[in-house]
């Protein structure tokens, strides 16, 4: 082998030694990820007005210290849930909504107003659980 080639050989083994140093920084580095929706809401008089939120993903340790929380009742547990619906999902809605910030009674007070539909409730829930538990965005390539 050539001096010429060893010293390229050398050269393409610290740039890809680099690269992957790069890489580990940049995972370590990872912001948390977010998520902005908009909701089209009618108030008391019949305007219409439309809110956009933004959601801010909490640590995987946060999210399970979160559900520990709010233990499922011996019913909800008998149908296979994992935590008490009504005190979590205010709980995490709180916990994620970061504009406009939202305290966790503020939460409850939306989660139980009777203004509020199950269907619409989950939107909000939904979108909370989806940022938590969804994976990194991976592009596919040519081939699937």
Known sequence: MSDTDAKVQTARRK????????ILD??????????????YLTDDTGTKHEVTLKYQ????????KLVAKHPPKPEQRAEGS????????????A???????????DAKDIWNSPAWSRGDLMVLFRNAVELNNRGLDIPFSENG
């Open 57 to 64: 993903a909490i640590g995987m340790r946060e999210y399970d």
């Open 95 to 105: 916990a994620v909504c970061v504009d406009p910030e939202m305290s966790e009674k």
């Open 82 to 93: 994992s935590f008490d619906i009504d005190t979590f999902a205010p709980a995490l809605i």
């Open 26 to 39: 940049l995972m370590k580095s990872k912001g948390r990820s977010t998520l902005e929706f908009t909701l």
């Open 15 to 22: 740039q890809a030694e680099k690269s992957k140093a790069d």
